[in-house]
């Protein structure tokens, strides 16, 4: 059937490879038995080939094996005896090494990625040196702005740490996405730590082009300003170091922040207007005319362009994936295969990852492929003509009809995927679409380039174009203002699961293989007579898979609804937030709480309530938060609420009432009256709560706690946190916040009756000045959970704490080893579950 993609023999092989990479990701260590298998598989093959019969299983696996074992070096690597690895978490170090890449400039600093050489010590007996090897991501602090480039080499001194990230269902992987740059070591220094021994003055190529590239970004920021100035650099030379967050939500706002970021769809536009550039300059030529030739002379003078741009714009993984994939269709063109344009894109496809087998986990790669899969989907189906068979009186009504189907292909191609990784849908994408990728990719993007190409020639033609390029993207720039603004422009999603997107892939698939019968019918037209549509038998496969398609979706939809309103636990979730604290709180048939969001110092370095806290509750299908509570406003437990309050629906906000003279409370404030949030205060503010068949108590502070302030000085904010208890049945939960030794004191003695718990989170973070014994033996917990970082600067929680604990007899979890920590009660019964089944261990 026409529709039977998998007729075409390299589509099973990239998918059977792409499954052999996941596997190898998802369950690395076992290379030899991969190794081993691949021989089998190879013997099998040649055995199915010498005896003449044809072997399913013997490929299957080989390629499934072949895929495993490729990603074995990022996944499982098998590290050498002087790699910096075995020297991280341990002391101060002095590091040598050579920046590997172009530094990434941010308005707080500096990040490299170094080369590590050397490594020194300085002890009592003396400096101890060593040869090492592997590459470090290092962190410049704000400060004096260092003159570094690619290539320099420099000496660092500060704490060397191995890569971890936040372990949450459904999170960011910040230890995968280093891995697969082959960094696993990082390190934070200030500015005067860093010291440059030698300048790079070796002329390579890739100095030639950066000086290039440096040349350029001067003659554009000579001849544009503002937005439109770093939004020419990022089309041009791929520089985005410019482009604010404010910026950047914009335009993912409106649906276009994909023209940010140099991929498939730039190289694209360039090599299509570059091809048909030379194919009309060389029809006039009648040697290659006759020949049919002009075509094949204009896609191999295509490749001159189109790997120049790719080069300039720094060849970043996106960008040399798209030019691995313009060239297979530009080599298939020229191989008179383009016909065939789904084989091609796998060809593609096996290229990209047998080169580089991590591209399969980037969301560039999934974007570009999905869209461009859907697009050939759609446009290789015969579409009906019409009843007449009569020309259309504007044929360019045709073409834009074609865009504008193109459009709407791309953007239901990648709309799963942009969920699961932005969690934002643009309302008015297509429309954005079809006048900003025009105007960028055929007017903006060819004369930016057309200045870099001339500027060794005339600086002032060069400036000519930049400001052209300049003046069209401000005025695209003013549009995209107003409709980012206005209030329907986008959507906040919650995160679809893997089986929803291959369910939605499925049906879309199938929608838009009976399209064209489906249109043929409703114009009155005898589909089964036209050319090249589908046949009855191939429709009644079609609706089958849809159908099976259709129930699972419905299966799906019942699931969810029962886990987020029908269920009849109660379910706490500790959220692995590094240094802070974070829970979210399910009660029976709904209703969410959340105490505590986590947070850093600074929300523009690293926001937690957009990164970390809000995507936990995107995977758990959960838009409204009934209830966000403020223990105290200490950044670590503050500032990750800022971004929940703003972008979900939030009912009340629970506190104390005590302010903080800080740029994050003001902010949370502000939010939390522009939102019309309920904010009862202390005194108003009731102790006790029913949700559901759940309790839910506010044991501390006194609500005279202000006014003791002044006569008890150890009254400061951590002591001043609200402490609440949640419970249902024979189980209970407790969030004492910061309280120290003093308040612990004073609990016990007010609330003595009302403290025993199941579960106790520890008290700040499981610090040396919380937990004393009294506390302990009042609270009288089955399980501890600690909220803290892995490696972090306060170290928590602290040795003599951890040994309280086990003296004790406790179970214990730590969302630096742990991950994120869920629990389930019904009331009767509790099940913990960790991201990472890890104990921590007596010390």
């Not at 002391?91 to 590997?100: E, N, S, T, Y």
């Not at 932005?422 to 903006?444: D, R």
């Not at 006790?688 to 000085?713: C, R, S, W």
């Given at each position: 059937?026409?529709?039977?993609?998998?007729?075409?023999p390299?589509?099973?092989?990239?998918?059977?490879?792409?499954?052999?990479?996941?596997?190898?990701e998802?369950?690395?260590?076992?290379?030899?038995?991969?190794?081993?298998?691949i021989?089998?598989a190879?013997?099998?093959?040649?055995?199915?080939?010498?005896?003449?019969?044809?072997?399913?299983?013997?490929?299957?696996?080989?390629?499934l094996?072949?895929?495993?074992?490729?990603?074995?070096?990022?996944?499982?690597p098998?590290?050498?005896?002087?790699?910096v690895?075995?020297?991280?978490?341990?002391?101060k170090?002095?590091?040598?090494g050579?920046?590997?890449?172009?530094?990434?400039?941010r308005?707080?600093?500096?990040?490299?990625?170094?080369?590590?050489s050397?490594?020194?010590?300085?002890?009592?007996?003396?400096?101890?040196?060593?040869e090492v090897?592997?590459?470090?991501?290092?962190?410049?602090?704000?400060?004096?702005?260092?003159?570094?480039?690619?290539?320099d080499?420099i000496?660092?001194?500060?704490?060397?740490?191995?890569?971890?990230?936040?372990?949450?269902?459904?999170?960011?992987?910040?230890?995968?996405?280093?891995?697969?740059?082959?960094?696993?070591?990082?390190?934070?220094?200030?500015?005067?730590?860093?010291?440059?021994?030698?300048?790079s003055?070796?002329?390579?190529?890739?100095?030639?082009?950066?000086?290039?590239?440096?040349?350029?970004?001067?003659?554009?920021?000579?001849?544009?300003?503002?937005?439109?100035?770093?939004?020419?650099?990022?089309?041009?030379?791929?520089?985005?170091?410019?482009?604010?967050?404010?910026l950047?939500?914009?335009f993912?706002?409106?649906g276009?922040?994909?023209?940010?970021?140099?991929?498939?769809?730039?190289?694209?536009?360039?090599?299509?207007?570059?091809?048909?550039?030379f194919?009309?300059?060389?029809?006039?030529?009648r040697?290659?005319?006759?020949?049919?030739?002009?075509?094949?002379?204009?896609?191999?003078?295509?490749?001159?362009?189109?790997?120049?741009?790719?080069?300039?714009?720094?060849?970043?993984?996106?960008?040399?994936?798209?030019?691995?994939?313009?060239?297979?269709?530009?080599?298939?063109y020229?191989?008179?295969?383009?016909?065939?344009?789904?084989?091609?894109?796998?060809?593609?496809?096996?290229v990209?990852?047998?080169?580089?087998p991590?591209?399969?986990?980037?969301?560039?790669?999934?974007?570009?492929?999905?869209?461009?899969?859907?697009?050939?989907?759609?446009?290789?189906?015969?579409?009906?003509e019409?009843?007449?068979?009569?020309v259309?009186?504007?044929?360019?009504?045709k073409?834009?009809?074609?865009?504008?189907a193109?459009?709407?292909?791309?953007?239901?191609?990648?709309?799963?995927?942009?969920?699961?990784?932005?969690?934002?849908?643009?309302l008015?994408?297509?429309?954005?679409?079809?006048?900003?990728?025009?105007?960028?990719?055929?007017?903006?993007?060819?004369?930016?380039?057309?200045?870099?190409?001339?500027h060794?020639?005339?600086?002032?033609?060069?400036?000519?174009?930049?400001?052209?390029?300049?003046?069209?993207?401000?005025?695209?720039?003013?549009?995209?203002?107003f409709?980012?603004?206005?209030p329907?422009?986008?959507?906040?999603?919650?995160?679809?699961?893997?089986?929803?997107v291959?369910?939605?892939?499925?049906?879309?698939?199938?929608?838009?293989?009976?399209a064209?019968?489906f249109?043929?019918?409703?114009?009155?037209?005898?589909?089964?007579?036209?050319?090249?549509?589908?046949?009855?038998?191939?429709?009644?496969?079609?609706?089958?898979i849809?159908?099976?398609?259709?129930?699972?979706a419905?299966?799906?939809?019942?699931?969810?609804t029962?886990?987020?309103?029908?269920?009849?636990?109660?379910?706490?979730?500790v959220?692995?937030?590094?240094?802070?604290?974070?829970?979210?709180?399910?009660?029976?048939?709904?209703?969410?709480?959340?105490?505590?969001?986590?947070?850093?110092?600074?929300?523009?370095?690293?926001?937690?309530?957009?990164r970390?806290?809000?995507?936990?509750?995107?995977?758990?299908?959960?838009?409204?938060?009934?209830?966000?509570?403020?223990?105290?406003?200490?950044?670590?437990?503050?500032?990750?609420?800022?971004?929940?309050?703003?972008?979900?629906?939030?009912?009340?906000?629970?506190?104390?009432?005590?302010?903080?003279?800080?740029?994050?409370?003001?902010?949370?404030?502000?939010?939390?009256?522009?939102?019309?949030?309920?904010?009862?205060?202390f005194?108003?503010?009731?102790?006790?709560?029913?949700?559901?068949?759940?309790?839910?108590?506010?044991?501390?502070?006194?609500?005279?706690?202000?006014?003791?302030?002044?006569?008890?000085?150890?009254?400061?904010?951590?002591?001043?946190?609200?402490?609440?208890?949640?419970?249902?049945?024979?189980?209970?939960?407790?969030?004492?916040?910061?309280?120290e030794?003093?308040?612990?004191?004073?609990?016990?003695?007010?609330?003595?009756?009302?403290?025993?718990?199941?579960?106790?989170i520890?008290?700040?973070?499981?610090?040396?000045?919380?937990?004393?014994?009294?506390?302990?033996?009042?609270?009288?917990?089955?399980?501890?959970?600690?909220?803290?970082?892995?490696?972090?600067?306060?170290?928590f929680?602290?040795?003599?704490?951890?040994?309280?604990?086990h003296?004790?007899?406790?179970?214990?979890?730590s969302?630096?080893?742990?991950?994120?920590?869920q629990?389930?009660?019904?009331?009767?019964?509790?099940?913990?579950?960790?991201?990472?089944?890890?104990?921590?261990?007596?010390?």
């Amino acid at each position: 059937m026409p529709a039977n993609i998998f007729a075409r023999p390299i589509i099973p092989i990239l998918l059977i490879y792409m499954g052999g990479i996941v596997l190898g990701e998802r369950f690395p260590g076992y290379g030899g038995w991969a190794i081993g298998t691949i021989v089998f598989a190879i013997a099998a093959v040649g055995w199915g080939l010498r005896q003449r019969r044809a072997t399913f299983a013997g490929p299957v696996i080989l390629f499934l094996a072949l895929g495993y074992l490729s990603i074995q070096p990022w996944a499982a690597p098998d590290f050498p005896s002087h790699h910096v690895i075995h020297h991280a978490d341990s002391q101060k170090w002095i590091v040598i090494g050579i920046i590997a890449e172009e530094p990434v400039v941010r308005p707080k600093g500096q990040k490299l990625i170094v080369e590590a050489s050397g490594l020194e010590t300085v002890l009592k007996t003396g400096n101890r040196q060593y040869e090492v090897c592997g590459r470090i991501r290092i962190t410049v602090g704000e400060g004096e702005e260092l003159d570094l480039n690619r290539g320099d080499r420099i000496r660092v001194s500060g704490r060397l740490k191995r890569v971890y990230g936040f372990h949450n269902p459904g999170g960011f992987n910040y230890e995968r996405y280093l891995a697969f740059q082959k960094i696993w070591c990082r390190m934070w220094v200030s500015p005067k730590r860093v010291v440059i021994l030698d300048h790079s003055v070796s002329p390579t190529l890739s100095g030639r082009v950066e000086k290039i590239r440096q040349t350029v970004a001067r003659l554009v920021d000579q001849s544009v300003s503002g937005e439109s100035r770093e939004v020419l650099k990022a089309l041009v030379i791929g520089d985005r170091s410019g482009i604010s967050p404010s910026l950047r939500e914009m335009f993912n706002r409106t649906g276009i922040g994909h023209l940010l970021a140099i991929s498939g769809l730039h190289i694209g536009i360039v090599a299509s207007v570059a091809f048909f550039l030379f194919k009309w300059l060389l029809s006039y030529s009648r040697f290659l005319l006759h020949r049919a030739w002009a075509g094949k002379f204009a896609a191999i003078f295509t490749f001159i362009p189109v790997i120049i741009y790719g080069v300039m714009a720094g060849m970043s993984p996106s960008t040399q994936r798209a030019l691995v994939m313009v060239a297979v269709f530009l080599l298939a063109y020229l191989a008179g295969k383009i016909q065939d344009a789904f084989n091609t894109l796998a060809v593609a496809g096996v290229v990209i990852l047998a080169v580089y087998p991590p591209a399969i986990f980037s969301i560039s790669f999934q974007l570009s492929f999905a869209a461009v899969a859907l697009i050939i989907l759609g446009i290789s189906r015969p579409w009906p003509e019409s009843r007449s068979g009569v020309v259309p009186r504007f044929p360019i009504m045709k073409k834009i009809g074609s865009l504008m189907a193109g459009t709407v292909l791309a953007i239901l191609g990648t709309l799963p995927l942009v969920m699961q990784s932005f969690n934002e849908v643009s309302l008015i994408g297509i429309g954005t679409n079809l006048l900003a990728v025009p105007l960028v990719g055929f007017v903006v993007v060819p004369t930016g380039l057309l200045g870099m190409f001339i500027h060794p020639v005339s600086t002032f033609l060069a400036t000519t174009c930049f400001n052209v390029a300049g003046y069209i993207l401000e005025m695209t720039l003013v549009g995209t203002h107003f409709l980012a603004d206005l209030p329907f422009a986008s959507l906040k999603t919650i995160t679809p699961s893997m089986i929803e997107v291959i369910i939605y892939y499925v049906l879309v698939s199938m929608g838009v293989m009976l399209a064209p019968a489906f249109l043929a019918y409703l114009k009155g037209l005898n589909w089964r007579m036209q050319p090249g549509l589908i046949g009855v038998s191939d429709i009644k496969i079609i609706v089958t898979i849809a159908l099976v398609a259709g129930v699972a979706a419905v299966v799906d939809v019942g699931y969810w609804t029962y886990q987020r309103y029908w269920h009849r636990d109660l379910k706490v979730t500790v959220i692995d937030v590094g240094t802070g604290s974070a829970a979210v709180v399910e009660f029976p048939r709904g209703p969410v709480m959340l105490i505590d969001g986590g947070g850093f110092s600074d929300n523009s370095v690293f926001d937690v309530g957009a990164r970390v806290v809000a995507p936990v509750l995107w995977r758990k299908k959960i838009m409204t938060v009934d209830t966000i509570v403020l223990s105290h406003p200490n950044s670590d437990h503050l500032n990750g609420l800022i971004y929940i309050a703003e972008h979900f629906h939030v009912g009340r906000m629970w506190s104390n009432g005590e302010s903080a003279d800080t740029e994050g409370y003001r902010k949370f404030k502000a939010v939390i009256a522009q939102r019309k949030i309920s904010a009862p205060s202390f005194r108003d503010l009731a102790k006790a709560h029913e949700i559901n068949g759940a309790k839910v108590n506010i044991l501390y502070p006194p609500e005279t706690f202000m006014q003791k302030d002044t006569d008890e000085h150890w009254r400061d904010t951590n002591n001043n946190s609200l402490v609440v208890r949640v419970s249902m049945g024979d189980f209970s939960f407790l969030f004492p916040g910061d309280i120290e030794k003093q308040a612990e004191k004073e609990l016990v003695v007010i609330r003595r009756d009302e403290l025993p718990s199941t579960i106790l989170i520890a008290p700040h973070h499981g610090s040396r000045t919380s937990s004393t014994s009294i506390f302990l033996k009042t609270v009288s917990p089955d399980t501890v959970v600690i909220s803290c970082a892995r490696g972090g600067r306060y170290h928590f929680p602290h040795p003599t704490v951890l040994k309280r604990y086990h003296r004790r007899g406790y179970q214990i979890f730590s969302t630096a080893r742990n991950g994120a920590i869920q629990m389930v009660t019904d009331g009767r019964k509790i099940k913990i579950r960790p991201a990472i089944e890890v104990l921590l261990s007596p010390i």
